[in-house]
């Protein structure tokens, strides 16, 4: 062990050739990480082992200290004394500027031809904590590796990252830490193996390491630097690109390049087949297959998912042609298999153009044992179902189990399970977003114009918290005025029911939660999209309603909005709040 100065006292620790400059903080997570037992980490870690599941640490390097004068904020270990909650390193902004801290590995010899394997598992439930990020640096030029910004839930998650390097290399995390939001990030578990990362088990696949037996036909394995290709892959969502630019504070004289180690297929024009591996999972039972894709171009651009009957016949499971989504962002999407005799033959079916622009892109196979949900439903127990949020200034919604920080509604049992174990989505009170109001859109759903939709939600009684669902078109406009509903019962998972019978073929559904800020959190769970209409009605739009109390009923027909109107209603909105 060294010393290493922490600014205001010196420190005794060991961080296993990582190095910090410590302040002092706690972290509360009622879920904590219950870290690997020690016999079974690989015995194949020659550079680097970091084990801080029990009260001594297990150091295979030195450390060195790498002194930024500039960086006001450094990372810590947290001891303690009970060894299911053990010791981890963790970085907190007590500042009221965005400050940075690092935690910088020695030098490190080249890797092998498999590459090096490195995992670890992190920590960042509040939803302004900032950003975390795996760089590494090579010859004075740092590449982000890996990257994920808050919230991202209150459990630990792990992550894992492909290292491939012809040269020397350091690893380096960094915290990108915002000011005012309390929150910290952290880290536990490290450890660097000399092999590839190993393929998910059950027939997934990254692309991070190889195509895990999947045939490209003219499909390409990438992370390149045309401009056509998306900006990150999905599994790592560091970014593509190569523009070089500054990072961080001016002091800093460090080159950095926008380069992401990410792997995502990519379809080369004028199209191809991307065909799964033989006996790539146990079909004797249904499965659930997700995906996500990336779509950019024309209407020549599409994508399909389909399976090999026999040598004369294809069945098509999944079609990407009636949405048509523009968005350029990567999308999730999911296909029911049944069981089946013999594992089947899946099929990636692209068409692409040589315009500028066009992507065809695929990025993380996974497939689940529990069936997959109709589009547009979710229990969010499994993940986010394809429902993603728009991030810019506003406040974030994030999946979450448990009571909540601030834990205003004094509910902490999900809808779906009924327990503290179960999921639900959060749109938190303790956000400190420059708004209060936060958004989340379903994937395009080609339902047709006659549909019911229904959600449960948790608003504190009196407090000024909304929730507004809206329908847009293909093109983003609203179809109609919102349905905002705010609570005026005491708190409890509440259903809000709208029936629709003039929607376009094609929409997608837009929910916006606005908190009161520190006095209520909006919780919803177990969305549910279906066609017809809603049952026990006889065309009429249910409003909400406690879930044992009567439903209030008003007329659905209403009259299509324009852009006028759509401002009208979200003034509506804010005046609520207020």
Known sequence: MRKVGAGRRDVDHCVCGFVGIHFTATLDVDAPYKPTDEQQLSERAPTLSIYTARRRMHCQLLNVLEAR?????????RRIVDVERGP????QNSRFTISKARLVSMKMSPTPDTGRCFTFWYNMWHPNVGN?????RMNNVTNILWTRSSPQGKEWKQGQVQLHSDDPHQLIFEAVLLYGGGGLIAIDNLVLNDTSCASDKYGGCNFESDSCGWQLNNWERTSTSRSLKPTSDHTTQSPTGEKKGSHGEKKEKEEYEKKGSGRFVLAKAPGGRM?????WYDATQPMCFRFWYFLAGSSAENLKVTQVVNKD???TLWNDAPYQ????????ASVNLPAYNKTPTI?????TSYAAGAIVAVDDISLGSALCPSPGSCSFEEDMCGWITKKMNSAQWYRHRGATALNTTGVKNDHTLGTDKGYYLLLDAADTASSASGSLQSEMLALGSSVCFSLYYCIKKNSGATLAVAFHDQTGSISDLPHTVQATAPSEWTRLSIERSDLPDVFSVVITGRTARGRSDVLIDDIDVRRGKCPGT???TITAGPVEGPLHRISSDQKRVNRKKELLAEEAITSLAT
Do not use: C
């Open 325 to 332: 989504d523009n968005s350029k962002q990567w999308r999730q």
């Open 132 to 136: 975390l990020s795996l760089l590494m």
């Open 347 to 351: 099929v990636f079916d692209a068409t």
């Open 313 to 315: 016949r294809e069945v």
């Open 538 to 540: 006889a065309g009429t």
């Open 88 to 91: 981890y390193m963790y970085a």
């Open 69 to 77: 004068r500039h960086m006001r904020v450094h990372w810590r270990i």
């Open 275 to 279: 065909v799964s591996p033989q006996n």
